[in-house]
C-alpha cells in the first residue's frame, strides 16, 4: 500500500518561510516521479512542482520562491517554500505520479497540509 504522510504546514506571515515534507513508503521511491499540489478555497487543484531524476519543474506562480527536492535515502519530497504571498495560502497535497508525453501524471495522493500566509 502507497503511504503519503505530509507535515510541515502552518501559519506565517508573509514574506516568511515553511519547508514541507513528505515520507512515503509501499514504493521504490527513488524511481517514482513526485509532485506538489495546492488547492485554495473555491479553487480546483493545481499543479505546483514536480521532480523526476534531475529534472525539476515548477507552475509560474511560484518560480524563483519556491524548490522541490528529494532525499531518496530517506524516501522523502520536500517542498521549500520562501517568499510566501497572501496568495499561496492553500491545502498542499504531496503526490506519487508518472510523466508521461503530456505531462505529470498522479496516482497516489497525501492527505494534505495546511499552508496559511497572513498580511
Known amino acids: 500500500q502507497v503511504q503519503l504522510v505530509e507535515s510541515g504546514g502552518g501559519l506565517v506571515q508573509s514574506g516568511g518561510s515553511l519547508r514541507l515534507s513528505c515520507a512515503v513508503s509501499?514504493?521504490?521511491?527513488?524511481?517514482?516521479?513526485m509532485g506538489w499540489y495546492r488547492q485554495a478555497p473555491g479553487k480546483q487543484r493545481a499543479l505546483v512542482a514536480t521532480?523526476?531524476?534531475?529534472?525539476?519543474n515548477y507552475a509560474d506562480s511560484v518560480k524563483g520562491r519556491f524548490t522541490i527536492s528529494r532525499d531518496n535515502a530517506k524516501n522523502t519530497v520536500y517542498l521549500q517554500m520562501d517568499s510566501l504571498k497572501p496568495e499561496d495560502t492553500a491545502v498542499y497535497y504531496c503526490?506519487?505520479?508518472?510523466?508521461?508525453?503530456?505531462?505529470?501524471?498522479?496516482?497516489?495522493w497525501g492527505q494534505g497540509t495546511q499552508v496559511t500566509v497572513s498580511s
Open positions: 521532480i523526476f531524476g534531475g529534472r525539476t
Open positions: 509501499g514504493t521504490i521511491f527513488s524511481i517514482r516521479a
Open positions: 503526490n506519487s505520479g508518472r510523466i508521461d508525453a503530456l505531462g505529470y501524471r498522479p496516482q497516489y
